[in-house]
């Protein structure tokens, strides 16, 4: 059930994600660890508080983590699927021209930047360990988990980064 939530929880801005992360029983013991790919139409409301001025974003991907056991993890990768207008722009470009324009992008994006962030991010709650380059990640278990093109990517990014999968219908 907690997947399935957080699935539906990331087509909502930050400060939502954020919000129900914490106070949602749903997700008890979860942590929010981070948001990742900002959307390119973001920030989707500026809001003013006092002086201050903050920005509500739209993520691609978010990043929950839960302690099992004593350094015993479980993180959960997750994708969400077309949204934007840029999302179904690029979706039609990929039905009018038969070629994959938009989603190789977003693909090389997860290949380079993506995985290197979280492990670091990971890395700084000692969650895992990076010694000589290499990740040491025996004490975690990661799912990835998206819906529609997040699917896709949920997949994909269980393949690049070499994680034990299984595709759920």
Known sequence: LNYAKMSE???KPSDVIKKITKNDKIFTDWVLLNLYLPEDSSPILQSEI???IFEIYNYTCGVWYKKIHT???KVTICFRGSESLLDFTINDKLIMEGNEIGLMPRIQKIQNELWDKIINDLSKKNIVKIIKDNIVKDNVDFFS????LGGFLALQMSN???LNHETWK
Do not use: A, C
Request: cysteine-free; overall charge positive.
């Open 9 to 11: 929880l990331i087509y």
């Open 71 to 73: 350094d015993k993890y």
């Open 50 to 52: 006092g002086k201050d």
């Open 160 to 162: 690049l980064s070499k």
């Open 145 to 148: 988990t998206g819906h529609s």
